[in-house]
């Protein structure tokens, strides 16, 4: 199972960006993938998941500005960014879960794979 995070770099207020995960060696027909963030001095939160069953599930700071997808034929999951906030300056994560139920999606240590972060800084 390995997970391969892109897209990250600098926007201003008001912008958009659209991160990808590739995932390989496992099918998202049987794994949920989260998108976790960590900004400087502050500990790594949840930000938005798509379960094995296409459910869509997000942080409420980013509900109606952040959407997840996946492309099944391509094995990735996309975090589309709008309206980007200097808040939501962080390092960003993609992680997967084996059929994880809904009650787990938010917890990290439900998440048995990790991608290597990319950076998001939103600043004008």
């Known amino acids: 199972v390995q997970l391969q995070a892109s897209g990250g770099g600098v926007v201003e207020p008001g912008g958009s960006l659209t991160l990808s995960c590739e995932a390989s060696?496992?099918?998202?027909?049987?794994?949920?993938i989260g998108w976790f963030r960590q900004a400087p001095g502050k500990e790594r939160e949840f930000v938005a998941a798509?379960?094995?069953?296409?459910?869509?599930h997000y942080q409420d700071s980013v509900k109606g500005r952040f959407t997840i997808s996946r492309d099944k034929a391509k094995n990735t999951v996309y975090l589309q960014m709008n309206s980007l906030k200097p808040e939501d300056t962080a390092v960003y994560y993609c992680?997967?879960?084996?059929?994880?139920?809904?009650?787990?999606?938010?917890?990290?240590?439900?998440?048995?794979?990790w991608g290597q972060g990319t950076q998001v800084t939103v600043s004008s």
């Open positions: 798509i379960r094995w069953t296409g459910t869509t």
């Open positions: 992680a997967a879960g084996r059929n994880l139920i809904l009650s787990s999606i938010p917890y990290q240590n439900r998440y048995a794979a």
């Open positions: 060696g496992f099918s998202l027909d049987d794994y949920s």
